[in-house]
């Protein structure tokens, strides 16, 4: 089982804004509520589950992006910059040395994909793991 939980945004731009969080792994996608402001607080976790080997996971990414609701066409979507990358992968995030993978609490910079010189258009903070079967979620 994979678990991410969008925890809040911050410095997202414009004003009287509705922003919603889209989260996309393994073919599957969860939307956050619809939060006002540009400093929102979430706090929603996604499940998904999913049945494959720790090595096949490791190719497979996240998507995450945030979207003003409303207030701009469907394609109208901000990504999530972590390193340079527009999405995350499972390798990117694997700790070797505790044999899982782990995000906890970081924030992450939110981008245009259309328009890499226009700068930051964000943050969102997120926690992201992988349970196997009989783990235990960290605290």
């Known amino acids: 089982q994979i678990r991410v939980r969008v925890i809040e945004g911050r410095q997202l731009p414009g004003n009287n804004i509705k922003p919603v969080v889209k989260v ?4 599957q996608t969860h939307r956050t509520r619809i939060k006002r402001g ?36 469907k394609g109208c979507w901000m990504h999530i910059a972590l390193s340079g990358h527009f999405n995350i992968m499972f390798r990117n995030i694997h700790v070797s040395c505790l044999s899982v993978f782990l995000v906890m609490r970081k924030w992450l910079l939110l981008s245009d994909p259309e328009d890499t010189n226009s700068g930051a258009k964000g943050y969102i903070k997120v926690s992201m793991f992988v349970l196997g079967t009989g783990d235990e979620p960290p605290v």
């Open 38 to 73: 540009h400093n929102p607080y979430f706090d929603e976790i996604f499940f998904y589950n999913v049945h494959m080997t720790p090595l096949e996971l490791l190719d497979e990414t996240v998507s995450i992006r945030v979207r003003k609701n409303g207030a701009c066409s």
């Open 24 to 27: 996309h792994v393994c073919g």
